[in-house]
């Protein structure tokens, strides 16, 4: 069974940081691509950044370029969001996930599997 499971969210104010982590369970992690997206209240859930199996430069949306990092660890099947500069409009769910396809790490329909999502709210 597999399960992603996030933490590390959190209430922080505008301008603070905050690291989230994914830990995976039950499936061959370095072997997929995995993706953080993000659903804010009464918006679709967004894609904000995604990195290929092997490795290689992290795909992140244009929102959060320069702001936001992530990585992952194969031998500990763990993947991270590292988020600073966090604004206002960074306030939502954050959901880490992990997929096989080749293209489009953006698309939400390229994931298999999905954590439950933690929360992070910034105020200003």
């Known amino acids: 069974q597999v399960q992603l499971v996030e933490s590390g969210g959190g209430l922080v104010q505008a301008g603070g940081s905050l690291r989230l982590s994914c830990a995976a369970s039950?499936?061959?992690?370095?072997?997929?691509?995995l993706g953080w997206f993000r659903q804010a209240p009464g918006k679709e859930r967004e894609f904000v950044a995604a990195?290929?199996?092997?490795?290689?430069?992290?795909q992140l949306t244009d929102s959060v370029k320069g702001r936001f990092t992530m990585s992952r660890d194969n031998a500990k099947n763990m993947v991270y969001l590292q988020m600073s500069s966090l604004k206002s409009e960074d306030t939502a769910v954050y959901y880490c996930?992990?997929?096989?396809?080749?293209?489009?790490?953006?698309?939400?329909?390229?994931?298999?599997?999905w954590g439950q999502g933690t929360q992070v709210t910034v105020s200003s």
């Open positions: 990195l290929k199996w092997n490795g290689g430069s992290t």
């Open positions: 039950g499936l061959t992690f370095s072997y997929y691509n």
């Open positions: 996930a992990a997929g096989r396809a080749t293209t489009w790490l953006a698309a939400r329909g390229n994931y298999d599997y």
